[in-house]
């Protein structure tokens, strides 16, 4: 079943409604404080939301059913350390963010190490999100080609093109009130598939409980433990400690995140819309797993794929199942979450780029002609959107997992760094730098070389780095080298 000229209809209007929303934040901007920042005037609510709507991805929406439909609910266990981590970010990270004004994350370690370390930072920061977003922007070409019968490429275009006419135009404003918009849109769209799961699957509730509790659908808590154990990927002391890591440095470290926080009016409001985020996405993972488990059902047990991903079980429920205009709708949320990612992404990476990349005297210098610097700044936007096309192209294989584990591999180190900044006075540039080498070394050696499950990888990472960093820096200090 494709879909009905309605359902066209409503996609359409969505992404031309939202596409000249976002342009209208144009108005007004005048700094790179306004493009990368929003002028610092958004409500602690609509960064939440904005949180939230940048972690969603497509790959969640397709990638969270799935695991849930082949599998239970465990995957909760790691969004519980989710919560955690935001705990942390918010006693230790976020009062150094707010001790002055920063356009990024690394401008913090540039005022701690120096520009070196700065630009190596920044860097890891650059790959692991042009990597991962790549992997988010490949999840769209599924959802469209089950959708429409379109090319990969021709999907990836098209939302390429209208994230990157509204983010080019309306900047981090842009970004945060687009995300509002579309996490309204993609929840709607969830509800309203569960609602129409429960009335088409006969006996509701009680059925699905019959269909799944046998498989053990609904287990959440998995106390055993195993580094190596695929089967144990999930568990709670995976999802506790890699979870919490995870978070540390995603939310942490990742500029992608850190500038909504940075955008924040005070600190207050940063810390409020970090922990409100957290809660807002434990429910959301919940309902998105829910999701799987009621697939699982209406499909019947054993629910059997031959030769397919379970990646498209959602996709395919909504254009076969859904009634038309509501298809359409949740189609268009899909897209939404696509372009929220997206576009936030775009921003971030052009703000490292032409922030991270200058000496601070050539910053402050191109601040004297601020339109200068805001045009630099448009078009290096363009420079990524073309980038994340080209990527979104490749095949990545198990989308969630996939996005998540190259994150993983880089991330680690990072945090390792900003942890040093932050709890070892006595760290210094050269012990930093030769930490994070020798933590992404390591990770990258497990990664390709041991089976340990890449949910155990940000803490290796970070601990090696930490260790490392602290034992260097002691040994530089005493040898007078600085």
């Known amino acids: 079943m494709r879909l009905t000229s309605l359902d066209l209809a409503i996609i359409v209007a969505y992404l031309a409604g939202i596409t000249l929303f976002g342009v209208a934040f144009r108005r007004g901007q005048s700094t790179v404080r306004d493009y990368f920042l929003g002028g610092r005037t958004a409500p602690w609510w609509a960064l939440a939301l904005s949180i939230v709507a940048t972690e969603t991805s497509t790959l969640t929406i397709v990638g969270t059913p799935a695991l849930a439909f082949a599998g239970n609910l465990t995957f909760l266990q790691f969004v519980f350390g989710y919560l955690v981590g935001r705990i942390v970010i918010v006693l230790v990270f976020l009062p150094h963010y707010f001790r002055g004004e920063y356009y990024t994350a690394y401008q913090l370690m540039e005022r701690r190490f120096g520009a070196k370390v700065k630009a190596v930072a920044a860097s890891t920061f650059l790959v692991t999100r042009v990597l991962a977003e790549g992997v988010r922007i490949a999840a769209i070409a599924l959802v469209v080609t089950v959708a429409l019968g379109t090319g990969q490429r021709t999907s990836i275009l098209l939302i390429m093109a209208l994230v990157l006419i509204y983010t080019f135009e309306g900047g981090m404003k842009a970004v945060i009130w687009t995300d509002v918009v579309q996490f309204v849109l993609y929840i709607s769209g969830a509800l309203a598939a569960f609602f129409l799961l429960l009335h088409r699957i006969p006996g509701g509730w009680e059925t699905i409980v019959q269909a799944a509790a046998p498989a053990h659908k609904f287990q959440i808590f998995d106390f055993s433990f195993s580094l190596t154990n695929p089967g144990k990927l999930y568990t709670f002391w995976s999802g506790i400690i890699g979870g919490t890591f995870f978070t540390m440095a995603s939310h942490g470290t990742d500029q992608t995140i850190v500038q909504r926080l940075l955008a924040a009016k005070s600190e207050r409001d940063s810390k409020l819309a970090l922990l409100a985020s957290g809660v807002i996405i434990l429910l959301q993972f919940a309902l998105f797993l829910v999701l799987g488990v009621m697939l699982y059902a209406w499909h019947g047990a054993p629910a059997v ?83 994340l096309a080209v ?49 992404l070394a390591v990770i990258l050696y497990v990664h390709f070389r041991t089976p340990l499950l890449w949910t155990w990888y940000v803490p290796l990472s970070a601990c090696v780095t930490f260790l490392t960093g602290a034992l260097v820096s002691l040994a530089t200090e005493s040898t007078g080298s600085q």
């Not at 076969?320 to 992404?345: D, F």
């Not at 990072?414 to 930093?432: E, H, K, N, Q």
């Open 305 to 387: 794929m031959a030769g397919r991903s379970y990646d498209s079980v959602f996709p395919e429920f909504i254009v076969t199942a859904m009634p038309s205009g509501a298809r359409g709708a949740i189609l268009a949320a899909i897209l939404a979450v696509a372009m929220s990612n997206a576009s936030g992404s775009l921003n971030s990476l052009a703000a490292s780029s032409v922030v991270d990349f200058q000496h601070m005297r050539g910053l402050r210098a191109m601040e004297e002609n601020p339109a200068r610097l805001l045009r630099r700044s448009r078009w290096m936007t363009v420079v990524w959107g073309i980038a």
């Open 391 to 439: 990527l979104g192209t490749v095949q990545w294989g198990p989308m969630l997992e996939a996005g998540l584990t190259i994150a993983a591999i880089t991330l680690g180190s990072l945090l390792g760094l900003f942890l040093l900044s932050f709890l070892f006075p006595r760290a210094t540039a050269p012990g930093v730098l030769t930490g994070m080498f020798v933590g």
